[in-house]
């Protein structure tokens, strides 16, 4: 009897050791809460809901591979602080202008780069030294101006597949072998250089619109007379106005199949 006791006893013991060991690795619920929303090109907004609303913290965001570049993403939150400090040094004035913000809070986020990935990084500030504590992140990526795919590809042709972003958008789609494209200083260059060809050729925004040499809404480009086995650029360039001025540009690249 003494034995079984004893036996009973261990099991308590052990179980107990376990149930604490098990409590003890739960993981903690997250400070902070954080979404994305209205993602566009070049702007979206963070929302951030603190576990308690008494908590201060410091929204920021870059793009993902620069907040990568540090050890932490609180290692990045602390460069930025030290930015601050140097050049408010006055921690009453980041709380009046909202950049230490409490409770439940949006900050729009604006002048991002289009189809880039960004990190956002929320940093608890613990005191008005300005001390961090508890960091969150969240990822997203922005829209792109142009999604463009290229499907039905052969040999000698293909068909390029564009949708703007926004479709009251006007565009002109244009292609060439890679090297061609990539020998330009950027594809923008490349699209000015053959917009300034069909000034000189047609010099007449209305006709290339009736033509639709110039585009607007989601809409195909047969792509006819190409080279097997090579690689082709595809640039989507956005047309402001009629004097062909060029916005926002798009690149996708694609090879054609060998014979």
């Known amino acids: 009897m003494k034995r079984i006791f004893s036996i009973l006893a261990a099991a308590l013991v052990l179980f107990g050791a376990v149930s604490c060991k098990n409590k003890k690795d739960e993981p903690s619920a997250p400070k902070f809460t954080i979404t994305v929303t209205d993602i ?16 201060e913290y410091l929204v920021s965001w870059a793009k993902a591979e620069q907040v990568d570049g540090y050890a932490t993403p609180k290692a990045f939150a602390e460069t930025l602080v030290n930015t601050y400090k ?3 040094q006055n921690y009453a004035f980041l709380k009046t202008a909202q950049i230490i913000k409490s409770g439940k809070g949006e900050q729009p986020m604006t002048n ?3 189809n880039t990935v960004y990190k956002v990084v929320i940093s608890e500030i613990k005191d008005e030294d300005l001390t961090i504590g508890e960091v969150a992140t969240f990822t997203f990526t922005t829209e792109p101006w142009f999604t463009i795919t290229v499907t039905d590809v052969t040999a000698t042709k ?4 564009v949708v703007p ?4 958008m006007e565009y002109l789609v244009s292609w060439a072998k890679a090297e061609q494209v990539d020998g330009y200083a950027t594809p923008k260059l490349f699209a000015e250089t053959l917009v300034n060809t069909y000034k000189a050729m047609y010099q007449n925004y209305a006709f290339l619109k009736t033509a639709q040499i110039i ?9 006819p007379n190409l080279t ?8 989507i360039s956005e047309i402001k106005d009629e004097d062909l001025t060029i916005g926002e540009v798009e690149t996708a690249t694609f090879t054609t199949l060998a014979e």
């Open 86 to 88: 140097a050049m408010y």
């Open 40 to 55: 566009m090109p070049t702007a979206a907004l963070a929302n951030v809901t603190p576990s308690d609303n008494t908590k």
């Open 165 to 168: 972003f926004d479709n009251t």
């Open 112 to 114: 991002l780069t289009p």
């Open 215 to 223: 585009k607007s809404g989601k809409g195909e480009q047969q792509v």
């Open 158 to 161: 293909a068909t390029i597949n």
């Open 228 to 235: 097997p086995n090579t690689v082709y650029k595809v640039v």
